[in-house]
């Protein structure tokens, strides 16, 4: 539809979705995250049948506990895997901090430090072994603000603050909803 630059901030993994992948792949800059080297082999695959190029992340856990790998080296041997096959690049690090989004600002500040310390030193990790790290993608529109002022992450995920939400307000962040409902009660039950 002419959007240019498409990132899937998940990993897809269903052959019949990986095809319809490799297929878009085509159509624009497509960029999916990745956390194992089947994954990888998987869209390689499919991305030669199309003759496309598909961009990965490899997605790091940041404390979401939902995907990624664990450790520095796992983290690595897929984006080496990455380097090694074809129709797919290494373009850097997925590392969604969500957790820590609907948190207080005494919860939300030390986990982005913590989350941005853990994002340099896994750059620095990776290229020190030869491969570059051009993106950083992650972050939350309640960690936006933050995320920002200290230029770790090159990409933002903050994908509430288009329609935001009321949990948000509690938290000072400059977003409006951009959604109401207006209601009217007509009745109450005088049992309930």
């Known amino acids: 539809a002419g959007i240019e630059d498409v990132l899937i901030a998940n ?4 052959p019949s979705k990986i095809l319809r992948l490799a297929a878009m792949a085509k159509k624009c800059h497509l960029t999916v995250c990745v956390d194992s080297k089947e994954n990888v082999d998987a ?3 499919a991305a030669q049948l199309m003759g496309s190029t598909v961009h990965c992340y490899v997605e790091y856990d940041v404390g979401m506990n939902r995907c990624g790998v664990y450790n520095y080296e796992d983290f690595f041997q897929v984006a080496q895997h990455i380097t090694q096959c074809k129709n797919v690049t290494f ?10 989004s609907h948190k207080d600002l005494s919860i939300r500040q030390p986990g982005v430090e913590k989350t941005e310390q853990t994002m340099r030193e896994l750059k620095a990790y990776v290229q020190e072994r030869g491969i570059e790290v051009r993106e ?5 529109t309640g960690t936006v603000e933050m995320k920002a002022a200290h230029g770790v992450y090159t990409e ?7 329609f935001s939400d009321t949990s948000y307000g509690r938290f000072g962040l400059p ?7 207006l209601s009217t009660v007509v009745s ?3 049992k309930t």
């Open 136 to 140: 950083i993608s992650g972050g939350s």
């Open 156 to 162: 933002i995920q903050a994908g509430s603050y288009l």
């Open 43 to 45: 869209i390689s695959a």
């Open 91 to 100: 373009d850097g690090i997925q590392a969604y901090a969500g957790q820590l």
């Open 188 to 190: 109450k039950n005088p």
């Open 11 to 14: 990993q897809v993994v269903q």
């Open 175 to 181: 977003f409006q909803p951009a959604l109401f409902v």
